[in-house]
Structure formats: structure tokens, C-alpha cells
């Protein structure tokens, strides 16, 4: 039933994809399918993600490849809250060529077997949870300042024009969201790895993840400092985010390479 549940999901989140690059060409029509492709691709995933946790009878994506569905799962879902709003649709070209490759990525990896994980669900809820939703908001915060940085240079290079077809929102305004992601997301990322110390506290081990894990806590936390207490904006701004995202990978392969 999952495998079934996948395949409509890759295939929307693929077209939403394609549709999304044809749009900056063409806007409009190909941009509102793109749209659909984002919303319908979410709705079977969550569907897939409903049956894995009945089968598992439980919290079924400890595993790498497990997490790594969920992960893709929670960054679509972040950016569903304003991506699909016509001005947004150049940050879906950020986001959903790399959601479509991680649903396949975890396809071939295992993550529709739904295994249950030998931790207990309330930790796994806790820890894994928590962190993947926190990293799902640092990822749409990197997208956002990555369109940032890409606009900033073609309003330098004299091509407004093209923004203006596109309606693309304003630096300023994509300044405040990336801001404003970490600002919710980091406290999240805070509980996670809190949830995680206790349990190391309490006859867990110590990994590679941990020292990447506190790292990524200290880029974010640094992000929100410099902003707030050395007015960091604009491209210094998106950099430290984008610089942020390079750790959130580690964090996302870490696991698959031990």
C-alpha cells in the first residue's frame, strides 16, 4: 500500500518541478499547475506517511531512509504555508527539485517499508520529530536566502524586468522570512536536542551527530545574535543562512554514512 501511495507522490512533486522552471519562462498557467503539484504530492504523502505509522504500530521512520521521507514530507509542508501564493513560486523552484529527489532517494533506501525503530515512540517523537521539523524550517530558510542572493545580483545587473514579470517579492521581504524562519525554527531545534541530551543522560551514546547537531545550534543561534545585536541584513544575512544549510546536509547524511 505505501509503495502504491509513493509513486503518485513523486510524480506530483516532479511535475511541480518541471512546471515551476517553465514558469519563470512563461508565467502563469504553468506556474498554477505547479501549485497543484505541490499540494496533491503532499496530501498522498501524508496519506503514505498514515499507513506507514499503522502498519508500524508505531513511530516507523527511525531509520535513515525513513527520516529522510518524513524530512521531505515536513519541508513541503513548511513551504505550503506561503509558497504557493503566486508571488512565491520561484522559491518552489528551490525547494521542490530537491523534495522530489530526497522522495526517491529514500524510495531506494528502504523508507516505504515503514520499519518500526527499536527506540521508543515517545523519544523517537521527541528527538527525530522535533529535529526534522526544525531542519525542514532551516532548509526553506536557505531557499529563501538563496532567492534573495539571486535577485539582489539581477536588480545589480540592471534585469529588473524580469522580477517584475515574475512578481517576485521584495529583498526586504524576503529578508524578514528568512529571519523570521529561523526565528521559529530554532526553538524547536532547541527541545530536539534537548529530548536527545536526556536520553544521552540516561545510558545513550555518543556519535559524530552530536557535535554537528550542537554546531547547526550555534551557526542559527549566532544568525539570530548578529541580526539582532550587530543589525546583520540583507546579503550577510543570506549568507550565514545558506552557510547554516551546509550543516543541515551533514546532519541529513551524517546517519547514512555510519
Known amino acids: 500500500m505505501a509503495e502504491a501511495l509513493f509513486w503518485p507522490a513523486l510524480v506530483a512533486y516532479g511535475e511541480a518541478a518541471v512546471a515551476y522552471a517553465g514558469n519563470t519562462r512563461r508565467p502563469g498557467q504553468l506556474g498554477r499547475l505547479a501549485t497543484w503539484g505541490v499540494r496533491i504530492g503532499w496530501i498522498v504523502q501524508t496519506a503514505l506517511l498514515v499507513v506507514q505509522a499503522v502498519e508500524a504500530n508505531g513511530f516507523p521512520w527511525g531509520t535513515w531512509a525513513g527520516s529522510l521521507n518524513l524530512f521531505v514530507w515536513l519541508v513541503v509542508g513548511v513551504y505550503l504555508v506561503w509558497g504557493c501564493r503566486p508571488r512565491y513560486r520561484l522559491l518552489g523552484l528551490a525547494v521542490m527539485p530537491l523534495a522530489a529527489a530526497l522522495l526517491a532517494v529514500s524510495y531506494a533506501t528502504g523508507g516505504m517499508e515503514g520499519e518500526e525503530s527499536g527506540y521508543s515512540t515517545v523519544f523517537l517523537v521527541a528527538h527525530v520529530g522535533l529535529v526534522l521539523a526544525a531542519l525542514a524550517g532551516f532548509t526553506l530558510s536557505a531557499a529563501l536566502a538563496a532567492l534573495y542572493l539571486w535577485q539582489e545580483r539581477r536588480l545589480k545587473q540592471h534585469r529588473a524586468a524580469g522580477l517584475l514579470r515574475l512578481g517576485a517579492p521584495s529583498l526586504l521581504v524576503l529578508d524578514e522570512l528568512t529571519a523570521r524562519t529561523v526565528l521559529l525554527a530554532l526553538p524547536v531545534f532547541t527541545l530536539g536536542i534537548a529530548a536527545g541530551l ?15 547537531t550542537l554546531a547547526t545550534w550555534a551557526v542559527y543561534g549566532g544568525f539570530l545574535v548578529l541580526r539582532h545585536r550587530a543589525g546583520w541584513r540583507g546579503r550577510r544575512a543570506a549568507r550565514l543562512a545558506l552557510a547554516g544549510f551546509a550543516l543541515v546536509v551533514l546532519l541529513l547524511t551524517l546517519p547514512f554514512l555510519h
Do not use: C
Open 198 to 212: 536526556v536520553r544521552l543522560a540516561t545510558g545513550g551514546s555518543f556519535d559524530a551527530l552530536m557535535p554537528a
